[in-house]
Structures are given as structure tokens and as C-alpha cells.
Nanobody, 126 residues
Framework: VQLQASGGGLVQTGGSLRLSCAPS????????VGWFRQTPGRGREIVAS????????FYKETVKGRFTISRDNAKNEVYLQMDDLKPEDTAVYYC????????????????????WGQGTLVTVSS
């Protein structure tokens, strides 16, 4: 599965962005999806993830209440709505997916996902 992430950009502190992720050829059927981010000198960290059903989600503690992950399986897309952005949210954001062993499964680490998209840069200015 090849994934395409989009929606990054430059925004001021307190602003919002919405990232989108879609597979280039196949569908997201039965795939759980996660958003990760990486800053220079650091490994990738999970930001949020969502089950195939869309009913189960996971958030990194520092983004709870500000970020919302969702999916539209009819449109074959996964979104990350990011509100109240802070300079520390600046990073390259990646979407990643893998086949879900059950409908409510969601990944919480990069070792749990095998398919990655190219990153999209999010820059939050202070």
C-alpha cells in the first residue's frame, strides 16, 4: 500500500491545519492508520491512530484536546485535524497503515505499521 499525505504548511501559533492521507492505488479496507511525526535528531513518534472501524482512537498525551483523527472509509481517506497548534508541533508528519487484526485495533508505535507515506512538513511559527 502506497500512501500519500498532504495538507502540511506554515501556520502561526494557535492556528489550524488538516492533514489528509489516502492510498495511491489500493483501499484502506481493513487497515488501521496512524499519524506520526519526526523532528531533526529524533525518531518518529506516534501522534494519533484510528481503528479500521473509526470507533477506536489513540492520541499522544500532548495533543489530546487539540488534534482529532478521523476517517471516511467511503472516500478512502484518513484525516488529522490539528487545532491550537504550538511551535513544538513543528515536524514532518507521516501517515502509516497496516492490516488490522480486528476492527478496533489501532497502532501505537512505528513498529506496528508497515506501510508509510511520504512526509508532509508542518511548521508552526511563534
Amino acid at each position: 500500500v502506497q500512501l500519500q499525505a498532504s495538507g502540511g504548511g506554515l501556520v502561526q501559533t494557535g492556528g489550524s491545519l488538516r492533514l489528509s492521507c489516502a492510498p495511491s492505488r489500493r483501499t484502506f479496507t481493513n487497515y488501521a492508520v496512524g499519524w506520526f511525526r519526526q523532528t531533526p535528531g529524533r525518531g518518529r513518534e506516534i501522534v494519533a491512530s484510528i481503528s479500521w472501524s473509526g470507533f477506536s482512537t489513540f492520541y499522544k498525551e500532548t495533543v489530546k484536546g487539540r488534534f482529532t483523527i478521523s476517517r471516511d472509509n467511503a472516500k478512502n481517506e484518513v484525516y488529522l485535524q490539528m487545532d491550537d497548534l504550538k511551535p513544538e508541533d513543528t515536524a514532518v508528519y507521516y501517515c502509516a497503515a497496516d492490516h488490522a487484526p480486528r476492527h478496533e485495533y489501532f497502532p501505537v508505535s512505528e513498529s506496528e505499521v508497515g506501510y508509510w507515506g511520504q512526509g508532509t512538513l508542518v511548521t508552526v511559527s511563534s
